[in-house]
T-cell receptor, first 112, second 113 residues
Framework: KAGVTQTPRYLIKTRGQQVTLSCSPI?????VSWYQQTPGQGLQFLFE???????NKGNFPGRFSGRQFSNSRSEMNVSTLELGDSALYLC???????????FGSGTRLTVV | DQQVKQNSPSLSVQEGRISILNCDYT??????FLWYKKYPAEGPTFLIS?????DKNEDGRFTVFLNKSAKHLSLHIVPSQPGDSAVYFC????????????FGTGTLLAVQP
């Protein structure tokens, strides 16, 4: 079966711009989580959506937002990009959010 | 505040020997622990997990040990193979927040042929 698909794989943006990343979960999975990976910080939890509702949120500024659609696909948006937002953004899906997460390959965002 | 810590950024091991990757945590409310493996340009892949009510879980070449009193867990890989070379992350969850994985910073394992 198809895995978790993230698009685009690579992205270069300028400071001050905004960006939208997309994630298609495994078919049948209703929970989608987003993580940010930066060198030295490991993976940090951004937020989790289940049935179009945000159930949990990490410690990130309001510039980071997300949403989930009725088909479980999810998008993450970052507004007013800063250099420090350069990172690998990973999406993970699970059936119901109970730990059995499968990760996508990520979107590498570079802010210049 | 890093609640899950992997103090060794890297580890080098000879093929066929044992690899031991360590992880410490500070929050005694964690009830479940997981290990993920990550190759470059790929997402993390689940390896093995352990509930806080157990002290050992084994799956083939991989064994995870949990010492709750020391707030320490370790992943043993025996025997190590060159294909095991990757970054290993430990992660933890809180009961009631199983949808949020709290990760360590990772350990880069290099298995030398």
């Amino acid at each position: 079966k198809a895995g978790v698909t993230q698009t685009p794989r690579y992205l270069i943006k300028t400071r001050g711009q905004q960006v939208t990343l997309s994630c298609s979960p495994i078919s049948g999975h209703r929970s989608v989580s987003w993580y940010q990976q930066t060198p030295g910080q490991g993976l940090q939890f951004l937020f989790e959506y289940f049935s179009e509702t945000q159930r949990n949120k990490g410690n990130f500024p309001g510039r980071f937002s997300g949403r989930q659609f009725s088909n479980s696909r999810s998008e993450m948006n970052v507004s007013t990009l800063e250099l420090g937002d350069s990172a690998l953004y990973l999406c993970a899906s699970s059936l119901d959010g109970s730990r059995g997460y499968t990760f996508g390959s990520g979107t590498r965002l570079t802010v210049v | 505040d890093q609640q899950v810590k992997q103090n060794s950024p890297s580890l080098s091991v000879q093929e066929g020997r044992i690899s031991i990757l360590n992880c410490d945590y500070t929050n005694s409310m964690f009830d479940y622990f997981l290990w993920y493996k990550k190759y470059p340009a790929e997402g993390p892949t689940f390896l093995i997990s352990i509930s806080s009510i157990k002290d050992k879980n084994e799956d083939g070449r991989f064994t995870v040990f949990l010492n709750k009193s020391a707030k320490h867990l370790s992943l043993h890989i025996v025997p190590s193979q060159p294909g095991d070379s990757a970054v290993y992350f430990c992660a933890a969850t809180l009961n009631g927040a199983t949808n949020k994985l709290i990760f360590g910073t990772g350990t880069l394992l290099a298995v030398q042929p």
